[in-house]
């Protein structure tokens, strides 16, 4: 049997103890506070935050920790654990959107992005990260640490949006921004607000319409593993995960051009306008009928299909039909595969060993070219499924995967 590494979260005294340790080395003196947010993994509704719809993700216990202390000029210094010896500096005064290259475009991207958004009271930095989200997994490391830089800027510049819902939904705009325009790594606002919004023992119903105030965007519905006898297994396919090398940004603009072909101002409202139909299958032929291009369709049939899944799968696990949940993931990830082509063959090939291997069910998550898996098993039975992946990963030339098990977690918060 191959080995697999299960990849187990920080505890708040070692996140705390490895970035103030880092903090101290790099730049001498104390640390104003230590921080921390969650990487996430989304259940089910995938490529849908950018089409107005609906996603469901939870937050991880595994988080990104970072020990800051503000500084009195413009000069932002930063350093992480991954390279402890190679500090990153960027001037905040006249940076532009791209300005900064790197790992540390992210961090110093949440204070630009700030200062652009009015609170010109945001300066400087000295900061130091330590992790346990993996990188690249697609488990949304860089959210974890623009989040986390997010709110420890709030704090030490007492701007005041952390301590409520509807305030953070603030700091999750200077977050995005960040990633989008200094880092160029599109995204949709999934990650930032799972990192930011979810609660313990639940997952967030994250509902991307634009109309809709920040409290009216979520809905904490309880997903409580345990209490149903399952395990959610993740697995880090370790294939190469990239989202700014164009393939996002592409599906994102056909998805737009779609919606500007179909007279709507975005496909939330085709998938809204097909459920509420007396014949929805009728109504989806209609609205694909209507599309020319076939690459354009498969992707508009992924979107609207997935949007009607999310709740889908919400009413199925709260009635513990796990089966019907399960069935949900597979649809997802077929269509995943087959129709918005997000898919590469280490993700097919773990899903199709889970499925083999007793899950409920399992699908890709996150952006997809890359990244990881997720199968609803029975309890207990996730390190067997793991070491199956592995085997066959093995067997395929692969790189050797890793595994988590994911419980929803806590969202953003100081740590000291």
């Known amino acids: 049997m191959s ?25 001498g003196g104390h640390e104003t506070g ?46 992480s654990e991954l390279k402890p010896d190679e500090i990153s500096e960027a001037r905040l005064e006249g940076l532009k959107s791209g300005g900064v290259k790197g790992w540390a475009a992210y961090p110093v991207g ?52 952390g301590s409520s819902d509807e305030g953070r939904v603030t700091l999750i705009q200077a977050a995005m921004k960040s990633e989008n325009d200094m880092a160029g790594a599109s995204t949709g606002g999934l990650d930032q607000n799972a990192s930011m919004r979810c609660k313990p023992g639940h997952a967030l119903l994250l509902d991307c319409r634009p109309e809709l105030t920040a409290l009216e965007s979520v809905e904490q519905e309880p997903f409580n593993l ?44 085709c998938a809204d306008q097909i459920q509420q139909s007396i014949d929805p299958f009728q109504a989806l032929k209609e609205t694909l009928d209507a599309i020319s291009d076939e690459t354009m369709k498969k992707r508009v049939r992924h979107v609207v299909t997935e949007i ?6 919400v009413r199925a696990f709260n009635e513990k039909d796990i089966v019907e949940a399960g069935r949900l993931f597979n649809a997802s990830h077929d269509s995943l595969k087959s129709d918005y082509e997000v898919t590469v063959p280490e993700l097919d090939v773990a899903v199709d060993v889970a499925r083999q291997n007793g899950a409920y069910g399992a699908r890709m998550t996150g952006g997809g070219f890359g990244g990881s898996i997720i199968a609803l098993v029975k309890q ?15 067997a395929e030339g692969f790189h050797e995967p890793r595994a988590l098990a994911a419980v929803a977690s806590a969202s953003a918060h100081r740590e000291s």
């Open 3 to 27: 080995y697999i590494e299960f990849v187990e979260p920080l505890t708040a005294e070692q996140g705390v103890h490895r970035s103030r340790a880092l903090f101290r080395r790099a730049f």
């Open 110 to 161: 949440v204070a630009w992005a700030l200062r652009t958004m009015g609170f010109s009271r945001v300066t400087g930095f000295d900061a130091a990260f330590a992790s346990c989200v993996p990188l690249g997994s697609g488990l949304s490391s860089s959210a974890a640490m623009t989040c986390s830089t997010a709110l420890a800027l709030d704090d030490v510049f007492r701007l005041g949006f």
């Open 34 to 79: 230590v921080w921390s947010a969650p990487g996430r993994v989304n259940l089910i509704g995938e490529h849908t935050d950018y089409n107005a719809g609906l996603c469901l993700p939870i937050a991880l216990p595994q988080r990104t920790f970072i020990a800051l202390k503000p500084r009195h000029d413009n000069i932002v210094r930063v350093v």
């Open 380 to 394: 207990g039975a996730s390190r067997t499924i793991a070491h199956k992946i592995a085997d066959r990963f093995e």
């Open 226 to 269: 345990s209490e149903q006898g399952l395990e959610l297994l993740v697995v880090d396919t370790q294939a190469p995960h990239q989202l700014n090398d164009g393939q996002y940004a592409e599906r994102r603009t056909t998805c737009e051009k779609a919606a500007n072909i179909l007279g709507v101002p975005n496909l939330r409202v």
């Open 308 to 313: 009607s899944r999310v709740r889908t799968f």
